[in-house]
């Protein structure tokens, strides 16, 4: 895939850029290689002033930014800024609790003094998705860079002026050169970046088989690896929820970042008995969405950010419809220029469907019916993936079902499923391994070292 903005809402091609010669990837891999030993020298202090001045920088800058990734990837306006907003605030919360997380943990031992240390690793690479440009990269750095880590980003090929753009923020922010550095490379190019042995590590967000080979590069070398894939979302919904809010809500989870989102609500699991209200509210609400120019701030859906991905999710409707599905609602791609998919709706969609199946990309919604918390929490652990999962009740026998029962790296009752920089972010099975996010995700990187100094005899 070439390395270039398009404009997803025209099509329109915007910039392209050279791919990195073996030379100068060389070049990059030698300065974070020199930069290592400097940057995890420096006190822990200092390295989290960094992130804390990047921080600044992106709340500062946060319309530039916007633009950027909308202009490169599509999403509303609004949502861009708003991502810009939400990586400020990871920068902030590791400046602030990085040195407790990584504080030596002393161990009770008669006659010695012993205690677990917390060491950054080296150069780690990360390997970035297009559809959350910046929180994605961010939610990776903020801690790497806290911990003493050097980071090598191979980002999306469709997002190389979010890519650069990370580059010279951490620069503006006081970074030694070669801490934070952008590799303007193709998918080509990453086993031999990660099969180098001055790269410890990797990070990878993306599609499972992207997962698959990371992890097979990376096996092959005993490295360590965080993997973050894909989601195929339950929303369960009972008798006793607030349906008005669980509707709107619903909305909101499957549409956000024009449905582009591993953590996007993407199976509606509704009890039968208030299913038929629930599809005629959420039909409603959806029909309702305005689609159009991203850089609008009145837009709800934009573009996906290419048109095989709009092409991709418009086959996983046909083939759930030839399943069985029932249309409700759109179902086709909007005619004119750029990549847009019509708001789509389907009812009663059988479990062995691609809608259910499949992680859909896009503001696609399938909704099945249950006849009770065992069968919906059977349909939801029914997907190869595991990622986030929902559920709406106010029965709180079932409350706790949900919140043991669904197999997802993060439940969410009666609320939409979201990362936060206080908890643990990840997922099981298909979904990946590893952690980010919070205490635990700031550890992933770092050699956990036991340390006993005996007294002498």
Known sequence: MPIQTVNPATGELIRSFPELTPDEIEEKLALAHRVAPVWRATPIEQRCEVVRRAGQILERRKQDYGRIMTLEMGKP????????????????????????????EPVAAKNERSFVAFEPLGVVLAVMPWNFPFWQVMRFAAPALCAGNVGLLKHASNVPECALALEQLFEEAGAPGGVFQTLLIGSGAVEGVLSDPRVAAATLTGS???????ASIAGQHIKKTVLELGGSDPFIVMPSADLDAAVQTAVTARTINNGQSCIAAKRFIVHDSIADRFIERFVERMRSLVVGDPMDEHTNIGPLATAQIRDDLHDQVLRSVNAGA??????????????????TVLADVPRHAAAMREETFGPVAAIARARDVDEAIAIANDTPFGLGAAAWTRDANEIERFARGLAAGCVFINGMVASDARFPFGGVKASGYGRELSGFGIREFVNIKSIRIFAER
């Open 77 to 104: 306006i609004a949502s861009a800024i708003a991502e810009a907003v939400k990586c400020a605030t990871v920068c902030a919360y590791y400046a602030e609790h990085a040195p407790q997380f990584l504080a030596d």
């Open 208 to 214: 499972e088989g992207a997962g698959r080979s990371v």
């Open 326 to 343: 029932r249309l409700m609602l759109g179902g086709a791609p909007r005619g004119g220029a750029g990549y847009y998919y019509e708001p």
